[in-house]
């Protein structure tokens, strides 16, 4: 019977429990300064691939902030694998100058660069969030032909992806292994797998989106062989850095993917030396039907965390400095990614830490405001 954590229930013995949040912690060869981690979010304002400056801004002023790491946004390992045409990427050699720009200042400034590595699958070719997401035509200049594990497009009014035969699912296990040889060359310390969200890995776990037939198809051993196999060739260049995969550890749909799925993968990426499972939920099917309320997704996390040996760390509508801080005390999590509130509130763990009256550096810049 698996175990699923309770939601954050809250307390009256505030100072006795705060500190935790500010803690150090291990995680493969790295130890991060506390608990707080930059999720990846998406910024659409790359050219073909390029970071640039607002990258350089967006994701160094997260560790001016306080930040124990901050982790890129979905980064493709081929142009297909983009979600729009304003992504980042990583799958030619001079994407690395500019990124080991940014890694480098995230490194001045007592922080860890992480990257997620990425394929969009059959939600590719798709146009910015504030220009209204629609898919572009693969005949259309913005647009492109995507891919999936089985013909069947994401919702009504998008194009058909292009199934994926044999060959060319190795060609994308090989291009996740030379990405991640150049997120090694530009600085990153953290590898992170983007398996959930809907994504191409995450088309190939779930049943609803993989209707194959052969060796990468049917079973749940055979569903999660694609993912299997990146971690395996994604180890190869891994040397002192720390590796990740982010999962969605529910579909919320009706015979999809689930959290005993969850469980099971995630204790063989453990045997195979994956760190730690980011514990998300949701995006490859558009009719889900998602409960969501405050740590939500925490329940998925927890239960990850008891029933295998993995660390853990969780995401979604964790607001405040009490949430996050109880988590950690009561064990639920190991780490706490947050996404929307740093957008809001950049140095959010300067912040977090003097509502919880824990004393933490400051910048030295920045000292006169503490």
């Given amino acids: 019977m698996i175990k699923v954590g309770a939601l954050v229930a809250p307390t009256c013995y ?27 979010m998406c910024q659409y304002s790359a050219k073909d691939g390029f970071a640039n400056n607002w990258h350089l801004v967006h994701l160094g002023q997260f560790a001016i902030g306080g930040a124990a790491a901050v982790i890129q946004e979905a980064t493709a390992v081929n142009p297909e694998g983009r979600i729009s045409d304003g992504d980042l990427g990583l799958w030619d050699d001079r994407h690395i100058e500019k990124l080991r720009e940014i890694t480098e200042f995230i490194k001045a400034n007592n922080s860890i660069p992480g990257i997620q590595l990425a394929h969009a699958g059959r939600k590719a070719s798709s146009n910015k969030p504030w220009l209204g997401r629609n898919q572009f035509s693969p005949t259309d200049p913005q647009g492109w032909q995507t891919v999936a594990p089985s013909p069947i497009a994401f ?50 776990l779930s049943p609803l989106s993989n209707l194959r037939t052969d060796s990468f198809g049917g079973i749940f051993e055979n569903r999660i062989r ?43 990426l453990y045997a195979l030396g994956v760190d730690l499972i980011d514990v998300s939920s949701g995006g490859v099917v558009s009719y889900q039907k998602i409960d969501i309320g405050p740590t939500y997704q925490l329940p998925f996390a927890t239960a990850i965390k008891e029933n295998t040996k993995n660390n853990v760390a969780t995401v979604g509508l964790i607001r405040t ?12 999590a190991d780490l706490i990614l947050i996404a929307r509130g740093f957008l809001d509130d950049p140095h959010l763990p300067l912040h977090f830490a003097k509502e919880l009256d824990a ?9 006169r405001a503490k």
């Fill in 14 to 40: 505030k100072q006795a429990i705060m500190s935790q949040l500010f803690s150090s912690v291990n995680i493969g060869n790295l130890q991060l300064k506390n608990r707080l981690v930059v999720s990846p």
């Fill in 155 to 204: 919702r009504a009014g998008d194009y058909e992806p292009q199934e994926l035969d044999v060959s060319a699912i190795q060609n994308l296990i090989e291009q996740f292994g030379t990405a991640t040889k150049r997120a090694i060359q530009a600085g990153y310390e953290i590898i992170e797998l983007h398996a959930a969200h809907g994504y191409l890995i995450h088309q190939f």
């Fill in 226 to 268: 694609f993912l299997i196999e990146i971690v395996k060739r994604v180890k190869q260049e891994i040397t002192t850095q720390s590796l990740w995969v982010r999962i969605s550890a529910t579909d919320w749909a009706e015979a999809g993917w689930d959290l005993k799925q969850s469980i099971t993968l995630s204790q063989q």
């Fill in 321 to 332: 400095a009490t949430e996050a801080s109880e988590i950690i005390t009561r064990k639920q």
């Fill in 359 to 367: 004393d933490i550096p400051w910048p030295k810049q920045y000292e």
